[in-house]
């Protein structure tokens, strides 16, 4: 689902509109950023503080591992764990403390039944230099502990459950299963000196059935088409079944949700209870040394003191901000590019556009001018819009400027006028801010604690080929994310030529169509699908008998066959029930005519299994195990 306005508006600072009315279009951006720059920085911003290192704190690092101590001897394991990775991210790089320090998560998390990370741990405390030979003898007997736990709760998870299913399966599977368990075991083979758990090899992404030459990464039964009432969109060029594989997009860019900096990956959002700090600051951390480079070269290196500064004055931002600054520090390469893209004819305009597209050229995610291109409504924003969006990026660009971001790009000194360059990158950064706030889609994960399913929205993207699909009360797709990747899955049969359609957070089961012609204002379009022109009734008002068939003698013994065992059916996610629903969807879409209750509870079920293949935890047993039980088994 695209990004809620509430995460600009909650961090802008109040003030009066511009005055823009009377500014050609072509020029409001760099205007409107230059005008309030003054007032916005100066009335609303306080002083910056300064120090030696203000990313790191041996003191606060200490503090933390006191409390952590504490936790831990109260028997409360997740404080205990959420303190010492604190102290961790406070920790100057390789400080000698960090070796005892890493060794007490190693103990929490093996307590918590994490062995994966509780080995990773101890091999980064064995990395670091320690002349404590005693210590260093226990860490080798905790890392020997740690693999022989993991691989007993292997074993043991393999007995229970080849007795499961030899007693549950019929033969013809029986054989299926025993293949796809040796063929896992292989791959999950325990790496003693392992720094970082290499989550590709237990749960790696899925596969579109066939590589499509136009847009790379999706299935060649989808192609983009343009036309001059709704733009760009993507249609079906041969019959999609309910399930298949349609698109593995991922982000230009994206950025986490700070109240997770402690629990996912900065980089590539994934949960994991151990992770690393970044070098410098004690903002961001990530999943092992790969994300860290990955992120440094690419947008961090600059990122990192701008957050240093914007965490000591107290600046109260979230992922919609710093998903912005991370689009402009990846489009300019953390500056080096700016000035190509001033003196480029087209990027040097943040108001031009190249609305032309060809359908027969290759689209890629990663490239700047999809990103560029991308609607932002500017045009349709109000003057109260206006203001709001540039003070944002008027502070965004005072931290750029007070991190002497331009300082080496214009060979001097940082002066308080803003220069022409620095004027150019404010205008950019409000015309992210437009684009950001429609085309952003929230990455979210899927937490299980006993019986009780929560959804938490971890971070945000930018993904340029997933926002072709257009918007529909009555989507066609299920959007699900492995780690930072969006994965598109179709919810439905889909027709030769149908729309691929998405949901921005508007559907008709339980939504009025006012209510949704509402929401859909803040994207500045009237959605014309069937739902809205037919009035379609919500769920709970459906109507369960006396259905319009499409066809004139429909089986209607098959149907209530196939309902009564989709009644029964536990709710789970296995290849087996996916197959059985993807068949009653299949045909109930060929038998009765929507709106109809069956059809809703059908591709919801679809959707939540389709949901628990993406980012799906379990909070209690270990994640590596868990993952193993829910995708191949």
């Not at 910056?48 to 591992?65: C, V």
């Not at 403390?97 to 990773?120: H, M, N």
């Not at 596969?207 to 983009?224: D, H, T």
């Not at 629990?263 to 209870?273: G, V």
Request: net charge neutral; aromatic share 10%; with cysteine.
């Amino acid at each position: 689902m695209p990004l809620s306005c509430n995460c600009f508006y909650g961090n802008l600072s109040a003030g009066g509109n511009l005055n823009i009315r009377n500014i050609p279009l072509n020029l409001k951006m760099n205007h409107a950023v230059t005008e309030v720059y003054e007032e916005a920085t100066k009335t609303y911003l306080e002083p910056i503080l300064t120090g030696e290192n203000p990313g790191k704190s041996i003191h606060a690092a200490m503090f933390k591992s006191r409390l952590a101590i504490l936790q831990k001897e109260k028997g409360q394991l997740h404080l205990a764990l959420k303190y010492v990775t604190e102290s961790i991210s406070m920790y100057p790089d390789n400080h000698p403390d960090l070796c005892s320090v890493y060794a007490f998560r190693a103990d929490v998390l093996d307590e918590l039944k994490q062995f994966v990370f509780a080995l990773t741990d101890t091999n980064r405390s064995l990395q670091i230099v320690c002349k404590d030979f005693q210590m260093r003898l226990d860490l080798r007997y905790k890392r020997s502990k740690y693999v022989l736990k993991l691989q007993t709760m292997l074993h043991e998870h393999y007995e229970r459950v080849d007795a499961y299913m030899i007693s549950n399966l019929r033969q013809e599977r029986l054989q299926e299963f025993l293949y796809k368990e040796n063929t896992i075991e292989n791959q999950i083979k325990v790496d003693r000196h392992a720094t970082f758990a290499n989550f590709d090899v237990i749960f790696p992404l899925p596969k579109v059935s066939s590589k499509n030459p136009i847009l790379p990464n999706a299935s060649e039964k989808i192609r983009v088409q343009q036309s001059e009432t709704i733009g760009r969109y993507i249609v079906a060029t041969d019959v999609i079944d309910a399930g298949e594989v349609l698109l593995i997009d991922k982000p230009y860019v994206n950025s986490i949700s700070l109240r997770y900096r402690l629990t996912h990956c900065s980089n590539c959002l994934l949960r994991n209870p151990a992770l690393i700090p970044c070098k410098n600051c004690s903002v961001v951390m990530y999943c092992g040394d790969p994300c860290r480079d990955e992120a440094f070269r690419r947008y961090h290196k600059s990122e990192c003191p701008i957050l240093i500064l914007m965490s000591k004055q107290g600046v109260d931002f979230d992922y919609a901000t710093l998903l912005i600054l991370r689009v402009f520090l990846v489009a300019t390469d953390q500056g080096t590019s700016l000035r190509a893209l001033f003196e480029n004819p087209v990027y040097g305009n943040p108001c031009c556009a190249v609305k032309s597209f060809d359908v027969d050229q290759p689209y890629f995610s990663d490239d700047y001018i999809n990103i560029h291109n991308l609607e932002d409504k500017y045009e349709k924003r109000s003057n109260r819009e206006w203001s709001q969006f540039a003070r944002n990026a008027a502070h965004l660009l005072y931290y750029l400027k007070k991190s002497s971001f331009f300082v080496e790009l214009q060979n001097s000194e940082n002066k308080p006028d803003l220069t022409v360059l620095e004027r150019f990158a404010g205008a950019l950064l409000l015309k992210y801010s437009f684009s950001v706030q429609i085309n952003a889609h929230e990455i979210s994960e899927l937490v299980c604690i006993r019986d009780d399913v929560k959804k938490n929205s971890i971070g945000a993207g930018l993904f340029s080929v997933l926002r072709l699909a257009n918007h529909s009360c009555d989507q066609n797709t299920s959007v699900t994310f492995h780690k930072n990747c969006a994965v598109v899955r179709a919810r439905r049969p889909i027709a030769i030529g149908e729309e691929i359609t998405d949901n921005y957070g508007a559907n008709y089961i339980c939504m009025k169509a006012r209510v949704r012609e509402k929401f859909l204002n803040r994207y500045y379009f009237k959605c014309k699908c069937k739902p809205c022109k037919y009035q379609w009734p919500l769920l709970e008002q459906l109507s369960r008998e006396n259905p319009t068939y499409l066809v004139n003698d429909p089986d209607i013994e098959l149907l209530a066959k196939m309902k009564s065992t989709f009644v029964v059916r536990p709710q789970g996610c296995s290849d087996h029930y996916l197959d059985f629903l993807c068949t009653y969807s299949a045909l109930l879409h060929l038998t009765i005519e929507k709106p109809w209750y069956d059809h809703c509870t059908c591709d919801l079920q679809i959707y939540k299994v389709l949901e628990s293949r993406g980012n799906c935890y379990d909070n209690i047993k270990d994640i590596i195990l868990e993952h193993y039980i829910k995708l191949h088994l």
